[in-house]
């Protein structure tokens, strides 16, 4: 049961995160330039937590 809870949990986090990835990239390209080390890290932890939740299958 532990790992259904890790994966729906880290499956939530992903959805935020790929909301804000989505209001990061909706904005005009200067400001986007400027948030695009912030969407480079979103995108890291996503990929880590998709990992985690292959892992823990």
Same mark, same amino acid.
């Given at each position: 049961?532990? !790992? +259904?809870?890790?994966? =729906?949990?880290? !499956? ?6 790929? $909301? ?5 990239? !909706? +904005? ?7 948030? &695009?080390?912030?969407? =480079?890290?979103? !995108?890291? &932890?996503?990929? $880590? ?6 892992? +823990?299958?």
């Amino acid at each position: 049961m532990r !790992n +259904v809870e890790i994966i =729906g949990n880290n !499956n939530a986090i992903i959805n935020r995160y790929a $909301c804000r990835i989505a209001e990061l990239e !909706n +904005v005009s390209l200067q400001e986007r330039q400027a948030k &695009k080390e912030e969407i =480079g890290i979103l !995108n890291r &932890k996503i990929l $880590c937590l998709i990992a985690e939740n292959k892992r +823990v299958m």
